[in-house]
């Protein structure tokens, strides 16, 4: 009885290692995890969508389990990772930059935790005013009612920077810390003039708040633009098209790409695995949202702020990207 419970547990072994042999290692697991999140942002934002898709891509690819959290964003996104709590995040270019180096708002304690996988389109800077607000510059936001994001998060950081740009403070407005939800709804029943808003464009927030009322946005003069890029490393121009939001003429603003960034004690076979499946499934995050479809291999680098995972490194490596 022994001897047969030794040759089937022999058997059963041998099995288990031929399939490991022949599988590859989306289907055998080689790490010791076995749940993961991402965390994005608002509902009404890009991040929260595009995280979910990213979500299905390794739920569908990969034995493990992924899940989604909506969350206030860019900085709240690098402190979640830092704390524990999830990890994956999309955050932009600027705040995983800061963050890393120990600037802005992680001043003087740098997260070094934080790794890179991939760049994936870029976010502008939107500023939406109502239609009839006499908002016509930056500058006329004086004595208006405007929405400058949630506290600490990265359209507060961005909106800070903007109003230094302009010589201006948060003093020179009736401003308040809500985030664009918050802010369209104030929007659309008159009692807010404008908001600030970082996101891809177009964004499904400010589609919403432009269903139920008429808004321009307002654009970054070209020598403010230049002024900024000066300022921020990984800052380009951004037209956003007549149209978008029922806007009649191009609007120049700035963008920073967002990033997927990762925990660097992720095992460096489960990072190859992630970076791997969303480059082969990419098409579907441009079924899921428009930005999606500017998601390519070949920009997968550009803007890159924080130092790859090597299990990144080591996909990128393999197409030939890097030495």
């Known amino acids: 009885m022994i001897k047969k ?12 290692l031929i399939g490991a042999m022949f599988l590859g290692p989306s289907q055998v697991q080689a790490w010791e995890r076995s749940y993961i999140s991402i965390g994005t942002g608002g509902v009404g934002g ?32 690098i402190n979640l990772m830092k704390q524990g709590f999830t990890e994956l995040s999309l955050v932009a270019a600027n705040i995983a930059y800061n963050a890393h180096e120990g600037l802005g708002d992680f001043e003087d304690e740098p997260v070094e935790m934080v ?5 994936l389109y870029p976010e502008a800077v939107q500023l939406v005013v109502l239609e009839g607000s006499g908002i016509e510059h930056f500058t006329d936001l004086a004595g208006k009612r405007v929405s400058v994001g949630s506290p600490g998060s990265g359209v507060e950081v961005m909106a800070r920077e903007l109003f230094d740009l302009y010589g201006m403070s948060y003093d020179d407005v009736d401003h308040d810390y809500t985030g664009f939800a918050e802010a369209s ?24 708040l432009a269903a139920r009322r008429d808004v321009r946005l307002v654009e970054i003069e070209e020598e403010k633009l230049e002024e900024l890029q000066e300022r921020l490393p990984y800052a380009a121009r951004q037209d956003i098209p ?31 695995e992630i970076t791997k499946h969303l480059f082969e499934n990419v098409e579907r995050l441009g079924d899921i949202h428009v930005l999606g479809k500017e998601i390519t291999l070949e920009t997968a680098l550009d803007g890159m702020s924080l130092p790859l995972h090597a299990g990144a490194e080591r996909f990128y490596r393999e197409q030939g990207m890097i030495d």
Not at 5 to 16: E, G, K, N, P, R
Not at 199 to 204: I, L, V, Y
Not at 246 to 268: K, R, S
């Open 242 to 272: 007549a149209g978008t939001y029922g806007i009649e003429e191009d609007v120049t603003t700035v963008a920073i790409p967002a990033l997927l960034a990762v925990i660097t004690d992720m095992e460096d076979d489960l990072v190859y």
């Open 115 to 119: 790794a890179g996988i991939a760049s």
């Open 185 to 208: 709804s104030a929007m659309a029943d008159g009692v807010k003039d404008a908001a600030i808003v970082w996101a891809g464009a177009p964004t499904a927030g400010i589609e919403e």
């Open 5 to 16: 419970a030794f040759y089937c547990t022999s058997i059963l072994v041998l099995v288990l």
């Open 46 to 77: 890009v991040y929260y969508p595009m995280g979910g898709g990213i979500s299905e891509i390794i739920n569908e690819n990969i034995d493990i389990r992924c899940s989604v959290e909506s969350t206030g964003a860019s900085v709240e996104n």
